[in-house]
């Protein structure tokens, strides 16, 4: 059964601080992507990776940056945390290209 | 501007009746579409995906059906269930636009028993 976890459910961080949320994976799969869902909004892309060390950015990538060390994970790294990233930050993996993203179950992330 | 839009944002059903959500989409340039499922607290989780090659796809109660000359596609539920109510997203992804996939706001579905 494929499996995407990420590292908490939720998460309570100040303004400023480094936040940093861990995917992994264990289906061997290439792609991994970061993103996040408000309301009215849908799924919005951060930042995906299809290899170990490369990245590219999404659609939203402002004040965020990745890490992909092992082809198993994929980090998302607030550099310093604001209000306006309170959100759910999804993490997914997908085989290839061609084939759908599963995804991790999610990171209520709340910065006050 | 959204590439994918699913214009209604709540839809209610009557269990046992079909349920049909609507995704349009702008660029010509998507291949292939993905229908999610998600409660609340949890991830998405896949349901069903067509190719820009066919016009249908079927999976037990789901159904897909893609008008590629109106740019649109469908999700039919039939019968509909009370676990059937989640947020349902639309997706898509193009050969020419990269590995990622591009998702619509999502349309909340209510199973009424």
Known sequence: ?112 | DQQVKQNSPSLSVQEGRISILNCDYTNSMFDYFLWYKKYPAEGPTFLISISSIKDKNEDGRFTVFLNKSAKHLSLHIVPSQPGDSAVYFCAARGYNYGQNFVFGPGTRLSVLP
């Open chain 1, 1 to 112: 059964d494929v499996k995407v976890t990420q590292s908490s459910r939720y998460l309570v961080k100040r303004t400023g601080e480094k936040v940093f949320l861990e995917c992994v994976q264990d289906m061997d799969h290439e792609n991994m992507f970061w993103y996040r869902q408000d309301p009215g909004l849908g799924l919005r892309l951060i930042y995906f990776s299809y290899d170990v060390k490369m990245k590219e950015k999404g659609d939203i990538p402002e004040g965020y940056s990745v890490s992909r060390e092992k082809k198993e994970r994929f980090s998302l790294i607030l550099e310093s945390a604001s209000t306006n990233q309170t959100s759910m930050y999804l993490c997914a993996s997908s085989l290839t290209s061609n084939t759908e993203a599963f995804f991790g179950q999610g990171t209520r992330l709340t910065v006050v």
